[in-house]
């Protein structure tokens, strides 16, 4: 049997993040899957869903708002480039990329 951490570790820490990613490894996964989408700006970051919604509950669209901006209402917000560093190799990752 295979275990694919799913969104990294979702249910242990914040789907798609670094902090996620680090926690599927800690557990010894064999696979982690994780969704991408684009920025306003092209930068490939980690999300499932079409809209970031912050804590405030202000819903910004990804494919209309820089990164910068973004991360101000989502600190904890992951490039791909910081996900497969923090990953660094160790296991096989599943990419999703998402439309739009």
């Not at 926690?23 to 700006?41: G, P, Q, S």
């Not at 991360?71 to 739009?100: N, Q, Y």
């Amino acid at each position: 049997m295979k275990i694919i951490g799913h969104r990294g570790a979702k249910g242990l820490a914040p789907e798609n993040t670094v902090a996620s990613m680090l926690k599927a490894l800690e557990h010894h996964v064999d696979e982690i899957e994780f969704d991408v989408r684009l920025t306003k700006d092209h930068v490939p970051i980690l999300l499932h869903d079409p809209h970031l919604v912050d804590p405030a509950g202000n819903e910004l669209p990804i494919m209309s708002t820089d990164f910068d901006e973004l991360k101000k209402h989502k600190p904890d917000l992951a490039t791909l480039e910081e996900a497969l560093s923090a990953i660094g190799g160790r296991v096989p990752v599943i990419i999703e990329v998402k439309p739009h």
